[in-house]
């Protein structure tokens, strides 16, 4: 079946509460929408499920199966294939997806035939939806004769994008309100218009309306798939008069269970299981690597920003042999990188981590939060390149490869930290001369200064320190870079250590 505007007037007839509308539709349009939204009193999503779809498990969700032959623009030839997802289960809100050309608009009609539903046992025949749960965009990523996954919005303002030979991991969202406190919430995306693309195209236009009880939102996502998949991203975000939660932009969500900074849980056979292992910042200044940790309790770290150039949550580890996992990738699993556009305002990173004892929940969460709060009935609007990449960011400085702790050999009550970090191109051993690790600890004594070693296993460098913990030490504030002389020579490491 061929999903073009002609065709879909023909589902139409079946469905004629879906109007086909010759209309302009661009970023003005949804911006106007989210406006009056605003306005108004919030009101939850309405839409009651079949107590037979609500009552589906994880794995019973996943048997109801999209029909491929039923894509958006798959007879048609195009570079883009578009699949739906059914409600049900943990997704009960009913999605909005419309299709839109230069100069006309048609909502897609939720059709049964769309699914297989033989392996569920559930009976569609008598359902009476008006929408799906998300949309899973493909195109051919890997092989030119295949169409595989590209992006995902499903859940919330949740996304989910891959870039060449990638495996699905860490997730971004449109916006984040309250995380880590009390008034959390998690506005959706209630509706999506899908830009026909031309036969040639290289990227994909989408549009997407936000809803919520504190905020809206008018979202343009143009996507680029490639090695590097890029997403252009442009959020105006309307604040209710009545909004509770702080709200926070560009939050990346991810897993982190344990890595090389901690001995190996018991129980499991794998040496490190995580999405992404550390956040990276750059302030414009600097650049800042945070490993990430997954301590007891919720934490809160705060960086401070004059002018943010970038931030993501990145998984740097790329070795197969540091998880020893054949069915998982986690050594595939991309890492994602926020580029700001244009200037963003004065604010913070944030990064939350919550302990789990589980791979199967995301519990990091990393955002910028502005210093000046959106207000009531005034647009705020924030660009920002999102990227879904195996490489780093160019820093121009040598990376913090890993961080290592133990108890100290020589000193008593103490622990030994080891950091592992990558050289330049042909460095000799005889230029660690040359070089000075500074090192500050705030809430720890320092019993040992740094010594830098050169590793010839690796070709990068180690340094290696030992810090006891002060009396009623909760948590330690260190600090480390190398410096060439009056240089940086590597990122800024800081840790938040809790002995």
């Not at 009913?94 to 048609?106: A, L, M, W």
């Not at 290289?202 to 549009?207: A, D, K, M, P, T």
């Not at 103490?414 to 230029?431: H, N």
């Not at 240089?487 to 490491?493: N, V």
Request: net charge negative; hydrophobic share 35%.
């Amino acid at each position: 079946m061929r999903l073009s505007l002609s065709i879909l007037l023909g589902l139409c007839a079946l469905h004629s509460v879906h109007a086909f509308e010759r209309r302009e539709i661009n970023l003005e349009y949804v911006t106007g929408i989210a406006r009056d939204l605003a306005a108004k009193p919030y009101t939850s999503p309405s839409d009651a499920l079949p107590q037979e779809l609500v009552a589906l498990d994880f794995d019973e969700y996943r048997k109801i199966r999209f029909n491929k032959d039923k894509a958006l623009w798959k007879t048609a030839g195009l570079p883009f294939q578009v699949d739906f997802f059914h409600n049900g289960y943990i997704y009960p809100e009913t999605v909005q997806i419309n299709e839109y050309s230069d100069t006309h608009s048609q909502q897609i009609p939720y059709v049964k035939d769309f699914f297989n539903f033989e392996l569920t046992g559930v009976n569609p025949d008598e359902w009476d939806l008006q929408g799906y749960a998300g949309l899973r965009i493909r195109t051919p990523l890997n092989k030119p004769d295949v169409f595989d996954d590209v992006l995902v919005f499903q859940g919330a303002s949740y996304l989910r994008a891959l870039g060449r030979d990638q495996y699905y991991g860490i997730s971004a969202r449109g916006i984040a309100v309250g995380t880590g406190g009390d008034n959390e919430e998690f506005p959706r995306f209630s509706r999506f218009w899908l830009k026909k693309p031309a036969p040639d195209a290289r990227s994909l236009e989408i549009l997407a309306l936000l809803e919520g009880p504190s905020v809206t939102g008018a979202y343009r996502f143009y996507l680029t798939p490639g090695e590097n998949t890029q997403i252009e991203v442009t959020a105006r975000i309307f604040r209710r008069q009545d909004a509770r939660g702080d709200i926070y932009f560009a939050p990346l969500t991810s897993m982190f269970w344990y890595g090389e900074a901690r001995d190996q849980l018991i129980g499991d056979w794998r040496p490190e299981v995580h999405d992404s292992d550390g956040l990276l910042i750059n302030d414009g200044t600097s650049w800042i690597w945070r490993p990430l940790t997954n301590y007891p309790g919720n934490h809160l770290t705060v960086f401070p920003t004059e002018k943010l150039h970038g931030f993501g949550l990145l998984q740097r580890d790329r070795l197969f042999a540091n998880y020893q996992d054949l069915s998982e990738h986690y050594h595939e699993r991309p890492s994602a990188w926020v580029q700001t556009q244009g200037t963003w305002p004065k604010g913070d990173v944030v990064l939350f981590e919550f302990h789990q004892d589980t791979e199967t929940v995301d519990n990091m969460v990393a955002f910028f939060r502005p210093t000046e709060e959106p207000k009531p009935g005034v647009p705020y609007e924030l660009n920002y390149w999102l990227n879904f990449q195996f490489a780093d960011p160019d820093t121009k400085l040598q990376k913090i490869e890993a961080t290592r702790i133990g108890d100290s050999w020589h000193h008593a009550d103490a622990e030994t930290f080891i950091l592992d970090i990558s050289a330049p191109d042909k460095f000799k051993p005889v230029e660690i001369r040359d070089l000075t690790a500074r090192l500050s600890a705030d809430g720890a004594e320092i019993v040992q200064q740094p010594h830098i070693m050169y590793n010839p296993e690796t070709t990068g460098l180690r340094v290696h320190f030992d810090l006891r913990a002060l009396p009623q030490t909760e948590l330690a504030d260190l600090q480390l870079q190398l410096w060439r002389g009056d240089q940086p020579l590597s990122e800024m490491w800081i840790y938040q250590w809790r002995p």
